[in-house]
Nanobody, 115 residues
Framework: QVQLVESGGGLVQPGGSLRLSCAAS????????RGWYRQPPGKQRELVAT???????NYTDSVKGRFAISRDRAKNTVYLQMSSLKPEDTAVYYC?????????WGQGTQVTVSS
């Protein structure tokens, strides 16, 4: 079965940086987009960033200019570089791979921004 393994989460101070990684094991047929979602405590899951197979990126307004999504095709890995982190960025972050038929999700990695 396909697995998405996330890493890179942790505790950082406001203004700090983190890079999340999502490595895919197994072959995923018909990928349309890859992306990151997050779920803050007590709130619903929301889109953070997506990247198409052609490299086009999309970000939610609250992270524009601070976050960057990228992909390493050779390593089957997608990244989320997060800078200038704010307490409101605190959430469980989920990796997502979307196909025409099914969505694959990572297990989630906790990002906590606090002083």
């Amino acid at each position: 079965q396909v697995q998405l393994v996330e890493s890179g989460g942790g505790l950082v101070q406001p203004g700090g940086s983190l890079r999340l990684s999502c490595a895919a094991s197994g072959y995923i047929l018909g990928v349309k987009t890859r992306g990151w979602y997050r779920q803050p405590p007590g709130k619903q899951r929301e889109l953070v960033a997506t990247i198409t197979s052609g490299g086009r990126t999309n970000y939610t307004d609250s992270v524009k200019g601070r976050f960057a999504i990228s992909r390493d095709r050779a390593k089957n890995t997608v990244y989320l570089q997060m800078s200038s982190l704010k307490p409101e960025d605190t959430a469980v972050y989920y990796c997502n791979v979307r196909t025409a038929w099914v969505d694959y999700w990572g297990q989630g990695t906790q990002v906590t921004v606090s002083s």
